[in-house]
């Protein structure tokens, strides 16, 4: 990368090209959108599962991870919401049981999935 900017700034400015400004004006920026290029795309890597026992979140895109919760412990739900997230009807839900949670993140009409979640609570809560 730094051997394409460097040819590009030759061709542009010439002979006065100077290194200095290449690693301040364009290498060190570009290194920084790179690293968090995966922040971008990671909301597409996102699998949730609902069963009448459990949650399952999975994410990530090199890195995966795998997140469960037993829905006959959970105390909780919180729905987070940005601005955006109101006009486009995202949200984030993040489900709390007994010492642990799970973060489910940019779901599409947030609020069904709440209640879809309290009814089989509510349905555990009866059968008992």
Known sequence: MYLLFKEIGE???GENFSKDVLLSLVVLPSILVLK???EVFEPYFVEVSLSDETLSVKQGILTTFEDSLSLKNVENIEVITT?????LNYATLRV???GSWVVV????????LKEKIEQIMGNKIDKK
């Open 36 to 38: 968090s290029v995966g």
């Open 96 to 98: 709390y049981a007994y």
């Open 83 to 87: 601005v955006l997230g109101k006009y």
């Open 105 to 112: 993140p940019n779901v599409k009409n947030a609020e069904a």
């Open 11 to 13: 061709y542009l400015i």
